[in-house]
């Protein structure tokens, strides 16, 4: 989920930390969850493991088809109305572990919340310009300047969330009272190229699912 006006570093929104994307020889290279070495386990009942994000750029086919494939036939907005619920759940689960790393270059699962804030708001921008526009430059960002930067891991959990639901309340209902033509708008991802508003959308729902699972997977790596 990005694009032109970046920075050097910017987002590959699949979503890939700077440091896991980068390999000794300064290579994007895949990043993968914690305790995970096989491929994707099915989804059931909505719950999906998500082993690794493909480089969004270096392969951005790839990247698109696995979080098309974490939404599956499901209603990107219905999957998307449920996830600020999840969090508060993985939140209550997290206790005292809600700001410990699994690792230096890992983040923590409310970093993870932080970051989820941060896309909402990007991508809020995106689909509003893609709307209004005929075909614009979709607004990029360094998701680890941010991260960093907005001192997400100090944030008191409630406020990050309250601001996550209320941005994606907005984004919904924008998208609830969008036309089928409005949907089909198309806005240009200057490393993926053409992307409707509507893919967009849906590609955010397994962005959702992606990174709830991460969450997850980070808890258990770090809970006692």
């Known amino acids: 989920m990005d694009c032109r006006l970046r920075s050097r570093r910017s987002i590959r929104c699949g979503c890939l930390s ?13 990043r993968r969850l914690p305790g995970l070495d096989s491929p994707p386990a099915a989804r059931q009942d909505g719950d999906v493991t ?14 698109q088809r696995l979080l098309l494939s974490l939404l599956g036939s499901d209603d990107p907005a219905v999957v998307q ?4 619920a999840a969090v508060d759940t993985i939140i209550v689960d997290a206790g005292s572990a809600l700001r410990v790393r699994p690792a230096e270059a890992e983040w923590s699962v409310l970093e993870l919340i932080g970051h989820l804030a941060d ?20 607004l990029g960002y360094d998701q680890d300047l941010w991260v960093a930067g907005l001192r997400h891991n100090a944030d008191d959990p409630r406020e990050l969330v309250g601001l996550f639901r209320a941005l994606r309340e907005a ?14 708008r198309v806005g240009m991802h200057s490393e993926r190229g053409p992307e409707s508003y509507e893919l967009q959308f849906r ?8 990174h709830l699972d991460q969450m997850r997977k980070t808890l258990a790596a770090v809970k006692p």
């Not at 700077?18 to 895949?30: E, F, K, N």
């Not at 109305?81 to 600020?84: D, E, F, H, L, R």
């Not at 984004?171 to 089909?184: K, M, S, V, Y």
């Not at 590609?203 to 992606?210: E, K, M, T």
């Open 203 to 210: 590609l955010l729902a397994g962005h959702d699912r992606f």
């Open 119 to 138: 896309a909402e708001l990007v991508v809020g921008g995106r689909y509003r310009w893609t709307i209004a526009h005929d075909q614009p430059p979709l």
């Open 171 to 184: 984004n919904l209902a924008l998208w609830r009272r969008a036309t089928p033509a409005q949907r089909q």
């Open 81 to 84: 109305a449920a996830t600020p």
């Open 50 to 63: 998500a082993l690794s994000s493909p480089d969004p750029v270096a392969d951005a086919a790839r990247y």
């Open 18 to 30: 700077r440091r896991q994307r980068l390999s000794a020889g300064g290579r994007p290279r895949r």
